[in-house]
């Protein structure tokens, strides 16, 4: 096996294609919504890593945190050989767990940006020459093939991602990941953990403004890849909690009444003075919950471990 491979799973179109069909979906229902993926071209990438770094968001911190303390227990309790990540981004945290596993043969990363994967593949060689990566670039909401690489298999879903999908879209990506694990194999899974309002609504509006321009960001996507007029100063970042369905909602609300027109969709979209349109969900977890969200997948949850506040979880769960 070559120490690195690439395939890719998605057509060079798609995610033009899928961009196209998610504007059109989104800005013409009631309410409006986009999905939070189309934040992270280059420059979005860029403003979600300075968020990282914000004194007020503590997710990333929390969960490094945990893979610094636990990942020799994580090690042990799955003796790895394969670790696949989902949205693997930089592949950054993913070391901890590298450095962990010391019979792992194969790292599988999987992500929808090409750049990304090759960019995140050529440092992990360079500081690993020993391990194989077997890249794919893929949509892991979408259903997922992996490649034949040896067991036992750890599936890393980390960074509280799971918090974007909605309860429905949730449980059909659970399904799906149960789906690839075979007996021994392993989830593990980062969900950031209910907590007091105030803490929660700060991370998501910092007070340097970068949430706000990494939210405004999709605007920017939009006028770029779909032609579409639209100034970015017109909306204002909004963050609210959402106490009964217990997440964090990223918005955009429009300063004052004014039309989109969209030249690739053919489509000019109105906006009411304060009229909010829906860019993120963040759904925050009690472990009970997902216990209960695992076992509807047949997943069994076996660990659990939190930093030392409490304030984020990663649980270890295998095939029921």
Same mark, same amino acid.
């Given at each position: 096996?070559?120490?690195? %491979?690439?395939?890719?799973?998605?057509?060079?179109?798609? &995610?033009?294609?899928?961009?196209?069909?998610?504007?059109?979906?989104?800005?013409?229902?009631?309410?409006?919504?986009?999905?939070?993926?189309?934040?992270?071209?280059?420059?979005?990438?860029?403003?979600?890593?300075?968020?990282?770094?914000?004194?007020?968001?503590?997710?990333?911190?929390?969960?490094?945190?945990?893979?610094?303390?636990?990942?020799?227990?994580?090690?042990?309790?799955?003796?790895?050989?394969?670790?696949?990540? %989902?949205?693997?981004?930089?592949?950054?945290?993913?070391?901890?767990?590298?450095?962990?596993?010391?019979?792992?043969?194969?790292?599988?990363?999987?992500?929808?940006?090409?750049?990304?994967?090759?960019?995140?593949?050529?440092?992990?060689?360079?500081?690993?020459?020993?391990?194989?990566?077997?890249?794919?670039?893929?949509?892991?909401?979408?259903?997922?093939?992996?490649?034949?690489?040896?067991?036992?298999?750890?599936?890393?879903?980390?960074?509280? &991602?799971?918090?974007?999908?909605?309860?429905?879209?949730?449980?059909?990506?659970?399904?799906?990941?149960?789906?690839?694990?075979?007996?021994?194999?392993?989830?593990?899974?980062?969900?950031?953990?209910?907590?007091?309002?105030?803490? %929660?609504?700060?991370?998501?509006?910092?007070?340097?403004?970068?949430?706000?321009?990494?939210?405004?960001?999709?605007?920017?996507?939009?006028?770029?890849?779909?032609?579409?007029?639209?100034?970015?100063?017109?909306?204002?970042?909004?963050?609210?909690?959402?106490?009964?369905?217990?997440?964090?909602?990223?918005?955009?609300?429009?300063?004052?009444?004014?039309?989109?027109?969209?030249?690739?969709?053919?489509?000019?979209? &109105?906006?009411?003075?304060?009229?909010?349109?829906?860019?993120?969900?963040?759904?925050?977890?009690?472990?009970?919950?997902?216990? &209960?969200?695992?076992?509807?997948?047949?997943?069994? %949850?076996?660990?659990?471990?939190?930093?030392?506040?409490?304030?984020?979880?990663?649980?270890?769960?295998?095939?029921?």
């Amino acid at each position: 096996m070559s120490p690195f %491979l690439l395939t890719r799973t998605l057509p060079e179109d798609a &995610t033009d294609a899928a961009l196209r069909a998610d504007v059109l979906h989104g800005l013409t229902r009631t309410p409006k919504e986009l999905p939070p993926k189309w934040f992270y071209d280059a420059r979005g990438s860029e403003l979600f890593e300075e968020i990282t770094r914000l004194p007020e968001y503590y997710p990333t911190r929390a969960e490094r945190e945990i893979l610094i303390a636990r990942a020799p227990e994580i090690a042990a309790a799955t003796e790895a050989r394969t670790l696949v990540e %989902l949205g693997s981004g930089s592949s950054e945290k993913t070391r901890h767990l590298l450095d962990a596993l010391p019979e792992l043969h194969s790292y599988v990363p999987v992500d929808v940006s090409e750049s990304a994967l090759t960019g995140a593949a050529e440092a992990l060689l360079a500081e690993r020459p020993g391990l194989n990566v077997h890249a794919l670039i893929a949509d892991f909401t979408r259903g997922l093939a992996l490649p034949g690489t040896p067991g036992p298999r750890l599936v890393a879903f980390l960074g509280g &991602t799971i918090g974007n999908l909605l309860p429905a879209e949730r449980a059909a990506f659970l399904r799906s990941v149960r789906s690839l694990l075979d007996p021994g194999d392993a989830l593990l899974l980062g969900t950031d953990l209910v907590k007091d309002e105030a803490v %929660l609504v700060r991370a998501y509006d910092d007070a340097s403004g970068v949430t706000a321009a990494f939210n405004k960001n999709v605007l920017s996507v939009i006028a770029r890849e779909l032609g579409a007029d639209v100034d970015p100063g017109d909306f204002d970042h909004v963050a609210v909690w959402d106490p009964e369905q217990e997440w964090i909602e990223m918005r955009l609300r429009a300063r004052s009444a004014l039309t989109v027109k969209i030249p690739e969709l053919d489509l000019a979209v &109105t906006f009411e003075a304060g009229e909010e349109m829906r860019t993120e969900v963040s759904a925050k977890f009690r472990q009970d919950g997902v216990r &209960t969200e695992l076992a509807a997948a047949e997943l069994e %949850l076996t660990k659990w471990w939190t930093d030392k506040e409490g304030r984020y979880a990663l649980s270890l769960s295998t095939a029921r």
